[in-house]
């Protein structure tokens, strides 16, 4: 971490007295955990309630006309290989952030600057205070190339974040936690990250260490973010949450009923419609999302795989998980002829993957939580680690993971032999029967002979029955495809499917998941 002593507030040119002189402190986890207990003492408060007016009245049009000015970025001015640009509050982002730099020895905050941003036309800047915040930030990097800064991610909204490695562009998001998601009987809760400390690097750091305080109704949360930028960039997330006292919700006048799925590590995407969905949509493209499955990495060394769907009502599905190595929203269709789009390039965006470290892990549940999406702008799909028990009041839960933002070019999650399609339709217009195939490769798969074909070993829920299953080579795409017939039962419970390759009682491949449910 860079040593020298804070000088921020002279060197944008600011000498008011108002904001607080750098602060002699160690940050780190410790630190900001303090700060996050001493807050989940208190009744919530909505940073929303700080922003001005004039803020909240801006309209899409007038916010367009507010641009960051590119020169005015952090740390530019020691020409550091890490810099961070900021979102200006106003129209949908209502609730501001509060900034902070610090190194070695001393932290100060980083108070609203106008002259970070060109306002265009608006005539606004004498009616917005010194201490409103920001909506959000950028993070720049020379990803691509060395003499060049990109794009390395963004945090904006609530607690998502994105990121990106070598040669990705945006795709699925990141939150810092989920809280309710999914649930049917109550509204979801969405933690907001209102606070971030941002460590000053050296001039040849390789990573960029954040801390936050996350902060919700039901709970605060303190943040850890060490972000190590390439081909993939990692993240190494540690986090401590305190649950608020039923009497402190209460007193900021929020009937919210007691929190019952804790989401952690949560993974936010799109599917709008690819190979497996049964409804197309009028659109010239044949695929269209940011994700097509959820796979997941168990306890026993089992990998599942999930294609995603869209489905058209909310689908919540919960898989065991105790113990769980690795889950992960991943993007397969690397193919650009799957998309045939060329201003929003689906086979560059990242697969995250999630892989735990540390305790807390051991008793819990994956969760993926499916909504209709009406099109592609709409996020639908999301995916966490949820613990068995919520935490009891003011104790702390300590947590970690590491994300990874991968093209799997150059670290595999996924394993080699794996399911690579999956696809379903009717078997005839008089039945509603269903003839389900689903393609294997990799390289143990194609050392097979197409005579000797393996089995597939293939099971469903008690109400539908698998009447046909077939295995043939296709010399076209050098995969194994599995053929199945599916004859629902009478009613609209979900059905649910699994299968592998197996030969000689030895599992081949990946295990395939699914949940049909009636379109």
């Not at 020409?79 to 982002?93: E, K, T, V």
């Not at 902060?215 to 649950?243: H, M, Q, R, W």
């Not at 002829?337 to 540390?358: A, C, I, K």
């Not at 999956?422 to 197409?450: E, H, N, Y």
Request: proline share 8%; with cysteine.
């Amino acid at each position: 971490m860079y040593r020298g002593c804070l000088i921020l507030i002279f060197a944008i040119g600011l000498v008011s007295r108002t904001f607080a002189a750098p602060e002699a402190a160690v940050v780190n986890l410790d630190y900001v955990a303090k700060k996050a207990l001493a807050r989940a003492q208190q009744p919530f408060r909505s940073p929303r309630a700080d922003l001005p007016k004039v803020l909240k009245d801006l309209n899409y049009d007038q916010y367009r006309e507010i641009r960051f000015r590119p020169e005015k970025a952090l740390w530019t001015e020691d020409d550091l290989p890490f810099r961070i640009g900021f979102f200006h509050p106003g129209y949908l982002y209502q609730e501001p952030i509060h900034v902070n730099e610090f190194t070695d020895t001393y932290t100060q905050p980083i108070p609203f600057v106008q002259d970070f941003f060109n306002y265009g036309n608006l005539k606004i800047q004498n009616q917005i205070p010194r201490n409103t915040g920001y909506a959000g930030f950028r993070i720049f990097y020379p990803l691509n190339k060395t003499n060049e800064l990109d794009e390395l991610g963004a945090i904006l909204g609530a607690s998502y974040f994105r990121l990106l490695g070598k040669g990705q562009t945006y795709g699925q998001s990141a939150r810092g936690l989920a809280l309710d998601c999914g649930e049917s009987d109550r509204p979801e809760e969405f933690p907001l990250f209102t606070d971030w400390w941002f460590g000053k690097p050296d001039k040849d750091a390789k990573s960029l260490t954040l801390y936050a305080i996350l902060d919700s109704v039901s709970c605060v949360g303190a943040y850890e973010f060490k972000i190590s930028p390439g081909e993939t960039t990692t993240v190494d997330v540690k986090g401590v949450l305190y649950f608020r006292q039923p009497n402190r919700i209460l007193q900021a006048n929020l009937n919210a009923p007691p929190i019952k799925t804790i989401g952690l590590a949560p993974l936010t995407s799109m599917f709008w419609f690819g190979k497996n969905s049964e409804h197309k949509f009028d659109d010239y493209r044949s695929e269209v999302h940011d994700a097509d499955g959820l796979m997941m990495k168990m306890a026993d060394g089992q990998t599942i795989w999930q294609p995603l769907d869209n489905p058209a009502n909310l689908r919540h599905q919960i898989f065991p998980a105790a113990n769980v190595r690795g889950f992960g929203l991943m993007q397969r269709e690397r193919d650009f002829d799957s998309y045939q789009d060329l201003f929003t390039p689906f086979q560059n965006e990242p697969s995250v993957w999630v892989e735990p470290r540390g305790t807390n892990w051991d008793n819990g549940d994956v969760h993926l939580v499916e909504l209709n999406g009406p099109w592609e702008g709409f996020d639908n799909a999301v995916a966490f680690w949820s613990p068995k028990t919520v935490p009891p009041p003011l104790q702390p839960y300590n947590f970690a993971y590491t994300l990874y933002w991968t093209r799997e070019t150059d670290r595999k999650f996924s394993p080699d032999n794996k399911v690579v399609a999956t696809r379903i339709g009717l078997v005839a217009p008089d039945s509603d029967a269903r003839q389900i195939f689903i393609d294997f490769a990799g390289p143990k798969l194609s050392q097979i002979s197409p005579t000797n074909p393996p089995v597939a070993v293939v099971t469903c829920s008690t109400n539908a029955q698998i009447v046909a299953n077939q295995v043939v080579w296709n010399p076209y795409q050098k995969t194994w495809r599995v053929t199945l017939k599916m004859q629902p039962k009478p009613g609209n419970a979900p059905i649910d499917l699994w299968c592998t390759l197996q030969q000689t009682n030895r599992v081949l491949t990946e295990t395939w998941s699914y949940q049909w449910t009636r379109p």
